[in-house]
């Protein structure tokens, strides 16, 4: 029988049911999906590589745990942020801690030649990364939530537990934090470079 027709919730019954072998079928589905939102957490091919087949075997082992209610992406997100969180918590113990905004100046003291003539190669998605990096880590998630996993308001209110309308105001909220972390952070070529792409 040609099991690719099955939806992710028949896929995940029958996995549950014994068909473990089933469960490469939604790794397939699935694979671009989370290494492609952990690179972006990581911004490390090697790093998102390890994660994500890390991520695969947390799925696996919770498969009893989802419920339905969202769709299994949604549901898949919520264990790739968490492990990236982890992941990136461990990492800090031996490098700068990303939220010490003190030593982000510092760095940014320390390079502002390198960024004087790299300012026209700079993306808007690495300036806008390191940003989010300073965020708080409610800010940070609604944000990540809406702009790089693109979960609607509905389903980022799921993983987060709150109204949709509530997520609303909250990533109106974050968006705000975030802009005013860019020109606290970061030079005034910079934002402006942002604001006009």
């Known amino acids: 029988m040609n099991n690719t027709g099955l939806t992710d919730t028949e896929v995940i019954r ?3 049911q014994g068909a473990q072998g089933l469960y490469s079928l ?11 939102l952990v690179l972006r957490f990581t911004d490390n091919r090697e790093d998102a590589e390890e994660i994500s087949q890390d991520i695969f075997v947390k799925a696996y082992r919770s498969l009893a745990d989802f419920r339905g209610e969202s769709k299994f992406s949604t549901w898949l997100y919520t264990i790739v942020r968490t492990s990236c969180i982890t992941f990136l918590r461990k990492k800090k113990l031996d490098t ?3 939220d010490n905004e003190r030593t982000f100046m510092q760095l940014e003291n320390k390079e502002s030649s390198f960024y004087a003539n790299a300012i026209e190669q700079k993306s808007r998605h690495a300036i806008v990364n390191e940003a989010i990096r300073l965020l708080s880590p409610d800010d940070s998630q609604v944000i990540t939530l809406f702009y790089k996993a693109e979960q609607s308001l509905e389903e980022i209110g799921r993983i987060m537990g709150l109204d949709p309308n509530t997520v609303k105001v909250k990533l109106h909220r974050a968006r705000n934090r975030l802009k005013e972390k860019m020109e606290k952070n970061f ?11």
């Open 26 to 36: 939604l790794v397939e589905r699935y694979q671009q999906y989370v290494f492609t």
């Open 14 to 16: 029958r996995i549950l």
């Open 96 to 98: 700068t801690s990303l």
């Open 187 to 197: 030079s005034y070529e910079e934002v402006r470079t942002l604001r006009n792409d």
